[in-house]
């Protein structure tokens, strides 16, 4: 939703490297640009007024010019600030001392708040949970029904005695509810309220006929974020009339260009507690306005990734995988272990989202929206076409095995090859990556740590090359004998090195390893 944006700020940001100074004239043409990013995304005047001279004020003060990277510091203030318009800190559900907590869901008419009940429910029953949805919307055609099957799917219970479709009074139902819940020990009631295609009063007095009948303990007004600056006006609209302890997103996962989001908080005052950015019921979580800002300056959102991993992987299943990465070269590690690990990342979401979460995607954004889902589900087929030997060792995967696979996958030859060569060479890497590097082998190039990279090994060439021979006489002659001490040795059948240019262990020749021996004849 906020890519216009992010490309935006990613190209302002842009022209301000490499700049060991910044003048008066480079901040008003960052602050114009940044106004211009903000007003295309649809975010409101006033906020983008009051944004822009926050801006500004920091910017010509004492932190940028006193900076030793001006740039590194704007991107810093502007990220600052963009978590206090998106409200500062995360909020959090307020639970009732006595159960049952009670939340109200209002909105308007597709807004989404009957799937984001039903999203709702399950975040709560994962947390330990024991949540009650309440079908109060009795106006909308088969919303009764919605719900129920909504409340199916998330695995929690519903409270729906009136059919609806017009019949039935939704205060009733609300009050009847916290009773029900009482009596069968549910913790929390979300009550789904009926809307409008527009804000009329019937509506509103209806929400507040259940507001004042139930006492909620909150009342989370639901805002379609795609629906750009009416979002706002509605949202002023349900203040005044009913009232709201939060709001909730929905829709975060469309392409509109998301202003509401940046407007909403600091029109209203009333904090975003939370966001829904699929059509899943997993794709919904508490909304936290650093992550969002570092979304939208490109930064990341590792810790959101963090999370999702910690619910998807235990921490036994990842540490048996480490023992065995670390284990004999990785040799322990499987196909089955390799598809148990893909099956996993699947569950965590589209695997776009997830590269998504990483920093500085922006710039791979065309080719994540490129990458085909359907390539894990290939690869999941031709590791179930494999008999458990094949699968515990593709070395022995020849010619007539790999058609045989391919058939049975509904997939070509080459395919089967290219994914037995693709896993020893990610077997290969991780236990690497397992193993901290692995002495006497280069590093992978680019990681931290890790050694390696061209550069690395022409500078040790280098340095090698210089140790050849001294321009001291004394030393010159010194380094002479030490050489001919060595081939002395060596013609001895010393055990100070082989043919291969390897120390003897014990005085036995150097082993090749395993993997290499079928090179060898």
């Given at each position: 939703m906020f890519d216009t944006l992010?490309?935006?700020?990613?190209?302002?940001?842009?022209?301000?490297?490499?700049?060991?100074?910044?003048?008066?004239?480079?901040?008003?043409?960052?602050?114009?640009?940044?106004?211009?990013?903000?007003?295309?995304?649809?975010?409101?005047?006033?906020?983008?007024?009051s944004f822009i001279k926050q801006v500004k004020e920091r910017a010509l003060g004492a932190e940028v010019s006193k900076a030793l990277n001006p740039a590194?510091?704007?991107?810093?203030?502007?990220?600052?600030?963009l978590i206090e318009i998106l409200g500062g800190e995360t909020r959090r559900l307020r639970f009732a001392k006595q159960p049952p907590t009670v939340i109200m869901l209002a909105g308007l008419q597709g807004a989404g708040k009957?799937?984001?009940?039903?999203?709702?429910?399950?975040?709560?029953?994962?947390?330990?949970?024991?949540?009650?949805l309440v079908a109060c919307d009795l106006q909308r055609p088969n919303a009764v029904n919605q719900l129920s099957v909504v409340a199916e799917r998330a695995g929690v219970a519903v409270y729906a005695p009136e059919p609806g479709n017009g019949v039935g009074d939704p205060v009733k139902v609300a009050k009847d509810s916290i009773d029900h819940a009482k009596a069968r020990v549910h913790d929390i009631v979300i009550i789904d309220t009926a809307g409008r295609l527009g804000i009329d009063q019937e509506m509103m007095q209806q929400a507040a006929d259940i507001?004042?009948?139930?006492?909620?303990?909150?009342?989370?007004?639901?805002?379609?974020?795609?629906?750009?600056?009416?979002?706002?006006?509605?949202?002023?609209a349900f203040r005044d009339g009913v009232g709201f302890d939060g709001?909730?997103?929905?829709?975060?996962?469309?392409?509109?260009?998301?202003?509401?989001?940046?407007?909403?908080r600091h029109i209203t005052g009333k904090p975003?507690?939370?966001?829904?950015?699929?059509?899943k019921l997993d794709d919904f979580d508490a909304f936290h306005p650093d992550r969002m800002a570092s979304r939208i300056l490109d930064m990341g959102d590792l810790l959101t990734l963090i999370e999702q991993a910690e619910k998807t992987f235990s921490q036994e299943e990842a540490e048996r995988m480490a023992s065995k990465l670390a284990s004999r070269k990785g040799q322990d590690f499987t196909l089955d272990d390799f598809l148990a690990q893909m099956e996993q990342v699947r569950k965590m979401g589209s695997i776009s989202k997830l590269l998504g979460m990483l920093p500085g995607m922006a710039q791979l954004k065309e080719q994540i929206n490129n990458i085909d889902e359907r390539d894990v589900d290939r690869t999941a087929a031709i590791i179930k076409s494999m008999t458990p030997a094949e699968r515990q060792d593709p070395a022995i995967i020849n010619g007539s095995r790999r058609a045989r696979i391919?058939?049975?996958?509904?997939?070509?030859?080459?395919?089967?090859?290219?994914?037995?060569?693709?896993?020893?060479?990610?077997?290969?890497?991780?236990?690497?990556?397992?193993?901290?590097?692995?002495?006497?082998?280069?590093?992978?190039?680019?990681?931290?740590g890790m050694g390696g990279g061209p550069g690395r090994q022409k500078k040790q060439q280098k340095k090698a090359k210089g140790k050849q021979r001294s321009g001291n006489p004394m030393k010159r002659k010194q380094q002479e004998q030490e050489a001919a001490a060595r081939r002395a040795a060596a013609r001895n059948g010393s055990p100070a090195g082989n043919a291969f240019g390897l120390p003897q262990q014990g005085g036995k020749d150097f082993e090749l390893p395993e993997e290499f021996k079928k090179f060898m004849g």
């Amino acid at each position: 939703m906020f890519d216009t944006l992010s490309d935006r700020l990613s190209a302002t940001f842009k022209n301000l490297r490499g700049k060991g100074r910044l003048s008066e004239a480079d901040i008003d043409a960052t602050a114009r640009e940044i106004r211009i990013a903000l007003l295309e995304a649809d975010v409101a005047l006033p906020v983008v007024r009051s944004f822009i001279k926050q801006v500004k004020e920091r910017a010509l003060g004492a932190e940028v010019s006193k900076a030793l990277n001006p740039a590194q510091q704007i991107i810093k203030i502007v990220n600052e600030e963009l978590i206090e318009i998106l409200g500062g800190e995360t909020r959090r559900l307020r639970f009732a001392k006595q159960p049952p907590t009670v939340i109200m869901l209002a909105g308007l008419q597709g807004a989404g708040k009957t799937t984001l009940a039903g999203k709702l429910g399950k975040w709560l029953k994962d947390q330990g949970h024991s949540p009650l949805l309440v079908a109060c919307d009795l106006q909308r055609p088969n919303a009764v029904n919605q719900l129920s099957v909504v409340a199916e799917r998330a695995g929690v219970a519903v409270y729906a005695p009136e059919p609806g479709n017009g019949v039935g009074d939704p205060v009733k139902v609300a009050k009847d509810s916290i009773d029900h819940a009482k009596a069968r020990v549910h913790d929390i009631v979300i009550i789904d309220t009926a809307g409008r295609l527009g804000i009329d009063q019937e509506m509103m007095q209806q929400a507040a006929d259940i507001r004042d009948a139930v006492q909620p303990n909150e009342i989370l007004f639901v805002v379609d974020a795609m629906i750009g600056q009416d979002a706002v006006n509605t949202a002023e609209a349900f203040r005044d009339g009913v009232g709201f302890d939060g709001v909730v997103l929905s829709k975060l996962d469309g392409d509109a260009r998301g202003g509401a989001a940046l407007s909403i908080r600091h029109i209203t005052g009333k904090p975003i507690m939370f966001a829904s950015n699929g059509e899943k019921l997993d794709d919904f979580d508490a909304f936290h306005p650093d992550r969002m800002a570092s979304r939208i300056l490109d930064m990341g959102d590792l810790l959101t990734l963090i999370e999702q991993a910690e619910k998807t992987f235990s921490q036994e299943e990842a540490e048996r995988m480490a023992s065995k990465l670390a284990s004999r070269k990785g040799q322990d590690f499987t196909l089955d272990d390799f598809l148990a690990q893909m099956e996993q990342v699947r569950k965590m979401g589209s695997i776009s989202k997830l590269l998504g979460m990483l920093p500085g995607m922006a710039q791979l954004k065309e080719q994540i929206n490129n990458i085909d889902e359907r390539d894990v589900d290939r690869t999941a087929a031709i590791i179930k076409s494999m008999t458990p030997a094949e699968r515990q060792d593709p070395a022995i995967i020849n010619g007539s095995r790999r058609a045989r696979i391919a058939k049975g996958a509904g997939v070509e030859v080459s395919a089967v090859k290219n994914l037995v060569e693709r896993f020893f060479e990610a077997r290969k890497m991780m236990s690497r990556m397992a193993q901290g590097g692995m002495p006497g082998m280069p590093g992978m190039p680019g990681l931290p740590g890790m050694g390696g990279g061209p550069g690395r090994q022409k500078k040790q060439q280098k340095k090698a090359k210089g140790k050849q021979r001294s321009g001291n006489p004394m030393k010159r002659k010194q380094q002479e004998q030490e050489a001919a001490a060595r081939r002395a040795a060596a013609r001895n059948g010393s055990p100070a090195g082989n043919a291969f240019g390897l120390p003897q262990q014990g005085g036995k020749d150097f082993e090749l390893p395993e993997e290499f021996k079928k090179f060898m004849g």
